[in-house]
């Protein structure tokens, strides 16, 4: 897995890129209540806002890490958005890419690199 600086991991699963949210940032943002996914087909660049997750503490925006179309997303989280919070580097993923060039995933950290972030 790769990890942002926005606290997202990156899963390469095939010609896709699985993206969700770190245990840290699960935990900065508390109990879950609310997740907006993107559309399927929607061609998307980095840094544009893909998903809105709302909490018992604050709304954010999941951005998009890297340009691509988004081929699917987890309608699991729509029915139960606290599932982020259970399993947020498992089940919990918010949507899958399709990249033009996988090559851009090493630009991000490795699982080390990103412990080393949050020091």
Same mark, same amino acid.
Request: net charge negative; with cysteine; hydrophobic share 45%.
């Given at each position: 897995?790769?990890?942002?600086?926005?606290?997202?991991?990156?899963?390469?699963?095939? #010609?896709?890129?699985?993206?969700?949210?770190?245990?840290?940032?699960?935990?900065?943002?508390?109990?879950?209540?609310?997740? @907006?996914?993107?559309?399927?087909?929607?061609?998307?660049?980095?840094?544009?806002?893909?998903?809105?997750? @709302?909490?018992?503490?604050?709304?954010?925006?999941?951005?998009?890490?890297?340009?691509? @179309?988004?081929?699917?997303? =987890?309608?699991?989280?729509? !029915? =139960?958005?606290?599932?982020? =919070?259970? #399993?947020?580097?498992?089940?919990?993923?918010?949507?899958?890419?399709?990249?033009?060039?996988?090559?851009?995933?090493?630009?991000?950290?490795?699982? !080390? @690199?990103?412990? #080393?972030?949050?020091?």
């Amino acid at each position: 897995m790769k990890y942002t600086e926005e606290h997202e991991w990156l899963r390469v699963e095939g #010609d896709v890129v699985v993206v969700g949210i770190t245990d840290h940032a699960a935990e900065q943002l508390g109990d879950v209540v609310f997740v @907006e996914l993107p559309e399927i087909e929607a061609q998307v660049a980095k840094g544009d806002e893909v998903c809105v997750i @709302e909490s018992v503490k604050a709304a954010s925006d999941i951005l998009a890490p890297v340009d691509g @179309e988004i081929v699917e997303v =987890n309608e699991a989280l729509v !029915d =139960n958005p606290g599932l982020v =919070n259970e #399993d947020p580097q498992g089940d919990a993923w918010f949507f899958k890419m399709k990249l033009d060039d996988l090559s851009v995933l090493e630009d991000f950290m490795t699982e !080390d @690199e990103y412990k #080393d972030f949050l020091g």
